[in-house]
T-cell receptor, first 110, second 117 residues
Framework: KNEVEQSPQNLTAQEGEFITINCSYSVGISALHWLQQHPGGGIVSLFM???GKKKHGRLIATINIQEKHSSLHITASHPRDSAVYIC????????????FGTGTRLQVFP | EAGVAQSPRYKIIEKRQSVAFWCNPI?????LYWYQQILGQGPKLLIQ????????DSQLPKDRFSAERLKGVDSTLKIQPAKLEDSAVYLC???????????????FGEGSWLTVV
């Protein structure tokens, strides 16, 4: 079983819909990262969380440390949001090393 | 601020040939990582450098993969000989390496796409 699990694996949505991607982890962490990977492109860091909630534009990330769960929300989704969203965690005492989930492939249709 | 630079972006080689990828991290970043990402999977750490020393290479297939960061700045990842299953994106990333300095944000390059035929 992977230490970091994401759901769903694939997600399609109509433009304007509210989207939620979930991440669960089974290890102690120092931080959780949400990353975005576009086809043919590199990976962009969206958020790094150790508690609570962060918001950037239409993106919101939350984390519940007790439940070992995080969610990434996209409000008013747009076709340009189509990408793979990856959850990754860093462990205590080796905060440089990331453990990745397998990603959620999001397609937003106009 | 310049990002993490990687080259080449794309490479197609035959099995048993060799290939080398280059990475220049963000200036001043002490930590450099090489990840392998096979299609449909999350990235897998191959090797992590702190300055010019290796911190973690436990998942590097050392019979065919090698990496160096001789001066603690840019790095090269080599595969020799390549196998079909090495087809993947090779991502380089860097971070300041200090939780206190940056909250440990990691910056990724655009990746080097390898196809082994």
């Amino acid at each position: 079983k992977n230490e970091v699990e994401q759901s769903p694996q694939n997600l399609t949505a109509q433009e304007g819909e509210f989207i939620t991607i979930n991440c669960s982890y089974s290890v102690g962490i120092s931080a959780l990262h949400w990353l975005q990977q576009h086809p043919g492109g590199g990976i962009v860091s969206l958020f790094m969380l150790s508690s609570g909630k962060k918001k950037h534009g239409r993106l919101i990330a939350t984390i519940n440390i007790q439940e070992k769960h995080s969610s990434l929300h996209i409000t008013a989704s747009h076709p340009r949001d189509s990408a793979v969203y990856i959850c990754a965690v860093s462990k205590p005492y080796n905060t440089d090393k990331l453990i990745f989930g397998t990603g959620t492939r999001l397609q937003v249709f106009p | 601020e310049a990002g993490v630079a990687q080259s080449p972006r794309y490479k197609i080689i035959e099995k048993r040939q060799s290939v080398a990828f280059w990475c220049n991290p963000i200036s001043g970043h002490a930590t450099l990582y090489w990840y392998q990402q096979i299609l449909g999977q999350g990235p897998k750490l191959l090797i992590q450098f702190q300055n010019n020393g290796v911190v973690d290479d436990s998942q590097l297939p050392k019979d065919r993969f090698s990496a160096e960061r001789l001066k603690g700045v840019d790095s090269t990842l080599k595969i020799q000989p390549a196998k079909l299953e090495d087809s993947a994106v090779y991502l380089c990333a860097s971070s300041p390496g200090s939780w206190e300095l940056s909250g440990n944000t990691i910056y990724f390059g655009e990746g080097s796409w390898l196809t082994v035929v």
